[in-house]
């Protein structure tokens, strides 16, 4: 079995950071795409950054300049570091990872359980 464990989420005021991580475990050959999403109360699950196995990053252009994500592939880890915080910011967010189980060939898309961030004024 594949876990994607959350944590680093909370309350903060606006402007200031939050460092978000997801540790996968369990049964992965390999790990491909390590993503974070957010969906706020009402709205689409919209995706937030992106980062290859190579290291190449994407993101949306609400947090373009503001956020930063980064993995750590001994780790099987993905962080989200997250500055100038806005009230707009807040959402539950969501790592999410494409990869290869050790007992398959074909690669899946997992989903951790989502971490609340709460940006207030």
């Known amino acids: 079995q594949v876990q994607l464990v959350e944590s680093g989420g909370g309350l903060v005021q606006a402007g200031g950071s939050l460092r978000l991580s997801c540790a996968a475990s369990?049964?992965?050959?390999?790990?491909?795409?390590m993503r974070w999403y957010r969906q706020a109360p009402g709205k689409q699950r919209d995706m937030v950054a992106t980062i290859t196995s190579a290291g190449s990053t994407d993101y949306a252009d609400s947090v373009k300049g503001r956020f930063t994500i980064s993995r750590d592939n001994a780790k099987n880890t993905v962080y989200l570091q997250m500055t100038s915080l806005k009230p707009e910011d807040t959402a539950v967010y969501y790592c999410?990872?494409?990869?290869?189980?050790?007992?398959?060939?074909?690669?899946?898309?997992?989903w951790g359980q989502g971490t609340q961030v709460t940006v207030s004024s």
């Open positions: 999410n990872v494409d990869l290869r189980r050790l007992s398959g060939r074909e690669t899946f898309r997992y």
């Open positions: 369990g049964d992965i050959l390999v790990i491909n795409v």
